[in-house]
């Protein structure tokens, strides 16, 4: 397969209405460099598929532009065509023909010469598994395997941008995990990923960075911060409480203070509250003191769900 | 093949049972109707020696306007969904987010109906050679008919694909497809012909604009006008209208070309604007 050249892909203040009027996306910017993978979080109508579909130059937005790389492309969908794929959701598929068939169609939509035509199909159907598939109607493919087919437009276009609008909607766990496996291929090839999902454990395990977007703004997570990465979730994101393994739970709860110390329901692990990790560290350090065994210690961090949650509640 | 949207209809197409079910009903209709001519001028008490190119005449006239009738109704039922089924089907942002503009997935969509239009065509080419074989018609005068016959589908199909993408829903563009052209194919000629009592008397310059008036904004237009006009000797046994054929011709061409190339732009409108549907 020829090599495409990354590209980053940059939506500079970009506002769009809907033709009612009503505003979708307002001022947004958003950055994601080659090979990154980011999660576009939100509400249902939060403007998450109206900012893929403006990428794709598919909607015209009343202000902003987006650039592929150096090159403009603002709503002009086969120039970004030669850049970006997007997966849309819901995902339309032709009926009535075969998934041969598709591979086919999309080829000569992409206008790839016969020959290169055939080596990009060939490579769609080893890398997403369709051999099996291809005399069979697009139809009568379970809903992972339509994705999937979704997806060889990708490998076809030989796009460096894929956009995918919610693509595990609707599949079971071993598809979303497939699909997952997939996605993080398209990523390591030096591809730049931008997902929406609202299935959130699978998204914080795909994505590198993330953003929460609400009524077509960005929802900080803190006070100076917009994105976040997973390293943020493991490390920044602190619920102020540490898991902690002990060999005598009840009498550590008494040393310590029950105001400071919960059992953990189920389990022999407590629940340990802290200002910050250097007063966690002092607990621990004067449960040792009095002798008791520490089996295991760690901090309790946020999930995306868990940040998302917070970011999008009425602040008080 | 360059339009991979003519690839693609034409391949569910002809997988579909309806191609072949369409085609032996068109047939077994045209089969009907020019029997018709050919039992009645036959059977005819009075038949002399120029009965061959009698039949001929009688099956051909009967041929081209069941023919044309019958197109009228085929040709924008396929076409009626078009876009509105792409839009249904969520297919459109795909299909935009490819090097296609929205005037080759329309033109490939309308290629597609043309294509279908002309099969039909070829299908019904036996009959209109009856008219050749007994001698009463000439080549030209069947390919002029052919000629006329496709152009009346081709803009009629274009007019339904433009109505399709206009419309959100199937069932509304076959509904609105259907309206249309029954206004313009039965409401509007018969609102031409009521208004006859308001031809002015007496002044002849008067009544003739008034004709012209009520011939060109009634009538000329409608899909079997110009087979009228081209055939009237045939139809009218030697008499003819009291218009410049020629004028008539090209008026109803030119109409033609403005509705196709209007709706068409109506058609690519629709394919953009149904990326803004909830």
Redo the contacts between chains.
């Keep these: 397969m020829s090599a495409f050249t990354p590209h980053k892909l940059f939506l500079r203040e970009i506002t769009i209405r809907y033709p009612n009027k009503a505003i979708a996306v307002s001022e947004l910017t958003l950055e994601v460099p080659p090979g990154e993978v980011f999660g576009l979080v939100g509400p249902n109508g939060a403007g998450k598929s109206s900012l893929l579909k403006c990428a794709a130059g598919l909607l015209k937005p009343v202000h902003g532009s987006v650039w592929c790389g150096d090159a403009e492309v603002t709503y002009n969908p086969r120039l970004t065509a030669g850049y970006l794929t997007l997966m849309p959701d819901p995902l339309g598929v032709y009926n009535d023909i075969t998934a041969a068939e598709y591979l086919e169609f999309f080829a000569m939509a992409f206008d790839l010469p016969q020959e290169l035509s055939r080596t990009r199909r060939q490579l769609a159907i080893d890398r997403l598994g369709l051999a099996p598939w291809l005399d069979h109607e697009v139809e009568t493919l379970s809903a992972g395997w339509q994705r999937r087919l979704a997806l060889s437009r990708v490998l076809l276009a030989n796009t460096p941008i894929v956009l995918l609008d919610e693509p595990a909607a609707g599949l079971d766990v071993s598809a979303r995990s497939d699909l997952l496996k997939i996605v993080r291929g398209f990523a390591a090839e030096g591809r730049t990923v931008v997902v929406t999902s609202h299935i959130l454990p699978e998204l914080e395990e795909l994505a590198d960075r993330f953003g929460i977007i609400q009524k077509g703004k960005w929802v900080p997570v803190s006070k100076d911060q917009i994105f976040f990465n997973r390293n943020d979730l493991t490390d920044s994101f602190q619920k102020g409480a540490w898991s902690l393994e002990c060999s005598s739970p009840d009498a550590v709860r008494l040393l310590l203070g029950e105001d400071k110390v919960q059992l953990l329901p189920g389990s022999n692990r407590l629940r340990l509250l802290a200002q910050n990790r250097e007063e966690a560290a002092e607990q621990v350090a004067r449960v040792m003191r009095a002798g008791h065994k520490i089996y295991h210690f760690e901090a309790e961090t946020l999930t995306l769900a868990e940040v998302t949650r917070e970011a999008l509640e009425p602040k008080t | 093949?360059k339009n991979?949207l003519l690839?693609?209809e034409l391949?569910?197409r002809i997988?579909?049972k309806k191609l072949w079910v369409i085609s032996f009903l068109y047939l077994l209709c045209l089969l009907g109707m020019s029997f018709v001519p050919l039992v009645s001028t036959i059977d005819h008490p009075y038949s002399s020696p120029t009965q061959p190119a009698n039949v001929g005449i009688a099956i051909f006239s009967t041929s081209i306007f069941t023919l044309m009738a019958l197109l009228l109704i085929i040709s924008p039922l396929s076409s009626a969904a078009a876009i509105s089924q792409?839009r249904e089907?969520?297919?459109?942002?795909?299909?935009?987010?490819?090097?296609?503009?929205s005037a080759q997935i329309a033109f490939g969509k309308l290629l597609a109906t043309w294509v279908f239009i002309l099969w039909l065509i070829g299908l019904s080419c036996p009959f209109l050679f009856l008219g050749m074989i007994w001698c009463g018609i000439s080549w030209w005068e069947v390919l002029s008919a052919l000629g006329i016959i496709f152009a009346a589908g081709m803009v009629t199909s274009t007019i339904a694909l433009g109505l399709s993408g206009y419309f959100k829903r199937t069932i509304t563009s076959y509904l609105g497809t259907g309206t249309v052209f029954f206004l313009w194919f039965i409401v509007w000629p018969i609102i031409g012909a009521l208004i006859s009592p308001l031809q002015p008397h007496g002044n002849k310059a008067e009544q003739a604009r008034f004709a012209n008036f009520q011939f060109y904004t009634f009538w000329d237009h409608h899909p079997v006008a110009p087979l009228v006009l081209a055939f009237q000797k045939e139809l009218f046994e030697g008499a003819s209208l009291p218009f410049n054929t020629t004028t008539a011709l090209l008026s109803a061409l030119g109409v033609w070309l403005a509705l196709g190339l209007i709706f068409f732009f109506v058609a690519c409108r629709g394919i953009r604007r149904a990326?803004?549907d909830?």
């Design positions: 093949m991979p690839w693609l391949r569910i997988r579909e792409e089907q969520r297919t459109l942002p795909g299909l935009l987010n490819t090097p296609l503009s990326l803004t909830k």
